[in-house]
């Protein structure tokens, strides 16, 4: 199972606690304190599909549940909640931190740009207002 690993830092390659990828799964951006790098947290593909599998797998149980038995009490409950803990418990092991990607800025749409000639002639008027 080459998905269940803990997040590591893309930077440095130091590994997180359990702890710390769980309460960094909703935040967007991680600085690694061994080296100062920044990096995107992402979650992995797989946690769409094991949502919904504990969905489908919850209403199945309370189905056949209330099929079989026909009467809610604490342990119907307990099992029906029971894919919601192994999935919330799949989830510390599903976060991702990726280096961030550079983007370049395009150039506006409307303005032409300017020539090198005019560029240098706004820092040189730039530098003697200052004398």
């Not at 149980?61 to 909640?81: A, H, N, P, Q, R």
Request: charged letters at 20%.
């Amino acid at each position: 199972m080459k998905k269940f690993r803990k997040a590591r830092c893309p930077h440095c390659g130091n590994k997180l606690s359990l702890l710390q990828s769980w309460t960094l799964k909703t935040q967007g951006e991680y600085k690694c304190p061994k080296c100062g790098g920044y990096s995107n947290i992402e979650l992995d593909s797989a946690v769409y599909i094991f949502a919904i599998a504990a969905i489908v797998l919850s209403g199945l149980i309370y189905l056949v549940w209330m099929i079989s038995v026909g009467v809610l009490s604490l342990v119907s409950i307990f099992m029906i909640m029971l894919p919601y803990f192994l999935f919330y418990l799949l989830c510390f092991f599903l976060v991702r931190l990726r280096k961030p990607t550079a983007r370049r800025k395009p150039p506006a749409a409307g303005r032409p740009q300017p020539s090198p000639q005019q560029q240098t002639q706004k820092i040189y008027d730039r530098n003697s207002r200052r004398l």
